[in-house]
């Protein structure tokens, strides 16, 4: 990256991130020798007014990344709604490509394009957040010779995020989010000039490329007989270094924890569908036990009248078993 920065900041968060991006935000230097690069989890319908938020209380520039930008030092883009930020060169691209674990952008995505630029000194930075996007995409960051800053899940609104990233990097330097800014601009003034770089060739990397979503080059695939909450296609999965991954032939991307966390929704979902269903079959059940006895026709008002209590009683059981559908589970996967 000759003409590009020496460093660069990577900073993923969800929700509860928010103010601790400000609070780091503010604390950074003017003259930072770094580019900041940060992705935050927002609805793809969304107007993010996340640029004009932090500007507010930064002496950085700070804008949504456009494609193609050059990748500046003293400069923080953010990714724009419904967009993945990549690092590609000495540039930034912005991808529609596929969702990872239903987010666009995703923290993952952004972190694994940094990790695999040559020449660079990364730092990585999780903020509080659900369930575990960007842990993965940190761990080839500090493998690629990056350092990794994490917020205390003390001290973080959601804690999913910072525990499964610890976990996933357990040399992460664990801050609460008033002291991330400092960590960072004296990373950047004492940091190495040029970090290493993930070796080409090595069969756990995953290529994103921005513009066709993203694919995986030199994995070793098997299929799953799991379905992809997204297009419902097969999930494939790879026994590569780390957490094991799932993706579909498109390119929807997930891990162990949003899988389990998607999956527990979509049965919870069908099963009030199916409470819905059984409550309508047994209100037809009296519409027609009610006509049945009104033309004198007794015996087959009395058959759906039957149906309709029994109809009820399965109803009432599901509804009853969803009312403690509650996992007693850490959300989690990964205990402290």
């Given amino acids: ?17 928010i103010e601790v991006l400000k609070t780091i935000v503010a604390g950074l230097k003017a003259e930072l020798p770094a580019a900041v690069l940060v992705v935050v989890h927002i609805l793809p319908s969304s107007e993010s007014r996340l640029p004009k938020l932090l500007a507010g209380r930064s002496r950085l520039p700070v804008r949504h990344a456009a494609n193609g930008e050059p990748i500046a030092e003293g400069t923080v ?8 930020l990549l690092v590609n060169g000495d540039d930034v691209a912005l991808s529609h490509g596929p969702m990872e ?8 995505v952004l972190f ?18 659900t369930l575990d996007d960007g842990a993965d995409g940190l761990r080839r960051m500090v493998d690629a010779g990056g350092v990794a800053i994490v917020q205390d899940p003390e001290d973080a609104q959601q804690r999913d995020m910072p525990v499964n990233a610890i976990a996933s990097c357990p040399t ?27 070796a080409k060739g090595r069969s756990d990397v995953v290529a994103d490329e921005p513009g066709d979503g993203i694919s995986l080059v030199g994995e070793s695939l098997r299929p799953t007989g799991l379905t992809c909450p997204e297009c419902r296609g097969v999930l494939w999965t790879s026994d590569g270094a780390g957490e094991p991954h799932f993706r579909c032939r498109v390119g929807h991307r997930f891990t162990f924890e949003t899988l389990r966390h998607l999956q527990r929704t979509e049965v919870e979902r069908s099963m009030w569908a199916a ?33 309709h209590d029994s109809t009820l009683r399965h109803a009432d059981t599901l509804r009853d078993l969803l009312h403690h559908f509650g996992d007693p589970a850490p959300v989690s996967g990964r205990e402290s």
């Fill in 1 to 17: 990256m000759p003409g590009g920065p020496r460093r660069i900041v990577t900073i993923g968060g969800s929700a509860g991130s």
């Fill in 77 to 84: 883009l953010v990714a724009p709604p419904d967009h993945h």
């Fill in 101 to 108: 674990n239903s987010s666009r952008p995703s923290i993952d």
């Fill in 112 to 129: 694994r394009s940094a990790a695999q630029t040559s020449g660079v000194a990364l730092c990585g930075v999780i903020l509080s957040g």
């Fill in 172 to 198: 992460s330097r664990v801050l609460p989010g008033d002291m991330i800014a400092a960590a960072i601009n004296e990373w950047a003034d004492d940091g190495p000039t040029g970090g290493g770089a993930l």
């Fill in 275 to 307: 409470v819905r269903a059984l409550e309508e079959e047994a209100s037809l059940c009296r519409q027609i036990a009610t006509r049945a006895e009104s033309n004198g026709r007794l015996g087959l008002a009395m058959r759906f009248g039957r149906r």
